[in-house]
């Protein structure tokens, strides 16, 4: 099976800083990472992926890490703006994904003015 | 696109009443879930179809619930008879190329009284 886990369920910055949310999961089989951003009132929308072969990957103005050897995963946010303020998932698959998506509880991302 | 439409937005039911979800899919998606999310557990998967078929649905709660996929365009998940515990949003997601690729709706928020 797999957990994942964020590290902290609530995260306040100011805008313009960046933001920097974590997850980790447990099973070293995992081999696909997702990032969702869950807006109030709204479905999880997909923000970027990483596979495990890869380390680093960048999006605009979002960044995935992949650390496999402490499997832990990052989300960084550039210049935080207040339509970023959601509450955003971490979301891994294990193995080809016979058992689909598992999600971490989440982090809310509170925008500071 | 209209994306993945779930219906109805809100529903508030009885306890003891049946209450019947309904998804449709982004078509040429073959691939469908069913998600449960609460406070307490998060993202939880219900079941998920493939090609109309049911592949796993270990994540049922109870014999309470129980889920069909007649044609590619269409799906329901029925409680029946519904418990205040069932209260949460209920997703459908679909997506072409699972385990990857999912795209949610907007849920179904559920409350039984």
């Known amino acids: 099976g797999e957990s994942v886990g964020l590290h902290l369920p609530t995260l306040s910055v100011q805008e313009g800083d960046n933001s920097i949310i974590n997850c980790a999961y447990s099973n070293s089989a995992s081999d696909y990472f997702i990032w969702y951003k869950q807006e109030s009132g709204k479905g999880p929308q997909f923000i970027i992926d990483?596979?495990?072969?890869?380390d680093k990957r960048q999006g605009q103005r979002v960044t995935v890490l992949l650390n496999k050897t402490v499997k832990h995963l990052s989300l960084q946010i550039a210049a935080t703006q207040p339509g970023d303020s959601a509450v955003y998932f971490c979301a891994v698959i294990v193995g080809g994904g016979a058992d689909g998506l598992t999600f971490g509880k989440g982090t809310h991302l509170i925008i500071q003015p | 696109d209209a994306g993945v439409i779930q219906s109805p937005r809100h529903e508030v039911t009885e306890m003891g009443q049946e209450v019947t979800l309904r998804c449709k899919p982004i078509?040429?998606?073959?691939?469908l879930f069913w998600y449960r999310q609460t406070m307490m557990r998060g993202l939880e998967l219900l079941i998920y179809?493939?090609?109309?078929?049911?592949?796993?649905d270990s994540g049922m709660p109870e014999d309470r619930f129980s889920a069909k996929m007649p044609n590619a365009s269409f799906s329901t998940l029925k409680i029946q008879p519904s418990e205040p515990r069932d209260s949460a949003v209920y997703f459908c997601?679909?997506?072409?190329?699972?385990?990857?690729?999912?795209?949610f709706g907007s849920g179904t928020r559920l409350t039984v009284v």
């Open positions: 990483i596979r495990s072969n890869m």
């Open positions: 997601a679909s997506s072409s190329r699972a385990p990857y690729g999912y795209t």
């Open positions: 179809f493939n090609n109309n078929v049911p592949i796993d």
């Open positions: 078509s040429g998606h073959n691939s």
